[in-house]
């Protein structure tokens, strides 16, 4: 009798465990989508409508559970986990999320508002417009000033171009060939180096990277500066702990890769590199239409294939390739007359879109073989780690039903397109 209980114990404790999974899976199973201009969405295998209105300046947030859009001339925002829609403002000219649960409005007099859900507070009035939202700074202008807010604003100098660091701790300014890299909190200068023409961040918060200075010198900045190689051309590749770079001499254009303090030449060619991917301890590289692979030690390199026009990424240990509308991997080839824009990796294989007498239809390939999957489907997804593709496509009125990938449920019907990030 214990045993039984025992027994019954373990399979109601793996039981709810399946539960909690599956449910902690539900929550960034949430889809938008359009039918025709209403906007609706699927969440825990559920279609929910939001409005039949048309709206505009869809913004949705990072964790895909709130919603913001306008509904002319009032800005709305839709919580998904109690289903209710909010009016926020009337006559907006921006908004933008700070993150899942802040976001910032622009009324119609430049009035600039945080908001945490239909609660507001004021950062600023009459600004010109805002420059940078990266959690939990808002950069803004006003007149002929640059504001930084953070639960107070403070005016910093910043007239040039930009860019936020990784973790959004750190602003990179590079002003007319100076590059400086401040801490966000207070715009303490980190790191200043002059005459700097190119650069890439290694870790998230750009105190360690790769810049190339007007003397075409490459340096690796680490607390100090350590030069790499002079007369360089261009950064093509890098990771943490190599970086790929070209450099030329009267004749060939020079593919180089350092390596702790070694440089090793790669290959030499009468043709510019210009498609560059390093992955796995190995080099791929695009030129004139040849590709080439090579170890990063820069042993057992060879040809690939060639008239190839781009590279797309490793799979399963060798190179995915396009030739104009044609897809192969490495010299086999997968697919022709494929629709480039929609090759997608899923679950451990390549899916696109064909279209056949004008009529588009899905494909699977696993690297060996392509199977039709589906005929009729208009646009397809991937959602966390379910794909979802709209089926049944009507062509002339540009609809189709909804699917789950592997499911024959029709979710919703009269689908016209998957939102798959903001649309402003």
Same mark, same amino acid.
Request: proline residues 1%.
């Given at each position: 009798?214990?045993?039984? =209980? ?19 899976n539900q929550k960034d ?123 107070? =604003?403070?005016? *910093? ?6 860019? *936020? ?29 002059? &005459? ?16 190339? &200075? ?24 890098? &990771? ?16 180089i890769i350092h390596k ?26 695009l030129f004139g239409g ?35 509308? &044609? ?82 449920? *029709? *979710? ?13």
């Amino acid at each position: 009798m214990k045993k039984h =209980k025992k027994l019954l114990i373990v399979i109601l404790a793996l039981f709810l465990l399946i539960l909690i999974v599956v449910k902690v899976n539900q929550k960034d199973n949430i889809v938008y989508y359009y039918k025709n201009n209403s906007l609706s969405y699927l969440k825990n295998n559920k279609p929910y409508n939001i409005t039949d209105k048309y709206m505009s300046n869809i913004n949705i947030s990072k964790n895909k559970e709130k919603v913001l859009y306008i509904e002319y001339p009032n800005l709305y925002l839709y919580n998904t986990s109690n289903r209710k829609k909010y009016k926020i403002m009337k006559d907006v000219q921006g908004i933008e999320w700070l993150n899942n649960k802040q976001y910032i409005v622009i009324d119609k007099d430049k009035n600039l508002y945080l908001y945490n859900n239909k609660k507001k507070k004021v950062i600023d009035k009459k600004i010109d417009y805002l420059i940078s939202v990266s959690n939990p700074y808002i950069i803004y202008k006003k007149g002929e000033k640059t504001f930084i807010y953070n639960k107070k =604003k403070k005016e *910093i100098k910043l007239d040039s171009s930009f860019e *936020i660091s990784e973790n959004h701790e750190n602003i990179i300014i590079n002003k007319d060939g100076t590059l400086t890299i401040n801490k966000l909190s207070n715009m303490k200068e980190l790191i200043k180096i002059k &005459n700097v023409i190119n650069y890439k961040c290694i870790n998230k918060n750009c105190t360690e990277l790769y810049y190339l &200075n007007y003397e075409r010198k490459l340096y690796l900045y680490k607390g100090k500066d350590k030069k790499i190689a002079e007369d360089v051309n261009d950064i093509l590749a890098f &990771n943490s702990k190599s970086i790929v770079y070209s450099n030329q001499d009267k004749d060939n254009y020079k593919l180089i890769i350092h390596k702790g303090n070694k440089s090793t030449i790669l290959d030499k060619n009468k043709t510019y590199y210009n498609n560059v991917l390093m992955k796995d301890n190995k080099v791929y590289y695009l030129f004139g239409g040849i590709v080439k692979e090579v170890k990063t030690s820069g042993s057992k390199k060879h040809k690939i294939n060639e008239d190839v026009t781009s590279i797309i990424d490793t799979f399963k240990g060798k190179l995915l390739l396009l030739k104009n509308n &044609n897809l192969y991997l490495n010299d086999k080839l997968l697919g022709e007359n494929i629709e480039v824009d929609t090759i997608k990796i899923y679950k451990n294989n390549i899916y696109y879109l064909k279209k056949k007498d004008d009529i588009p239809s899905m494909y699977n390939n696993n690297g060996k073989k392509e199977v039709k999957v589906k005929e009729n489907v208009g646009y397809f997804t991937i959602n966390g780690d379910t794909m979802y593709y709209i089926g049944d496509y009507n062509i002339s009125q540009k609809y189709g039903n909804l699917y789950r990938y592997n499911s024959k449920r *029709i *979710i919703d019907k009269r689908v016209t397109s998957i939102v798959e990030k903001s649309i402003k």
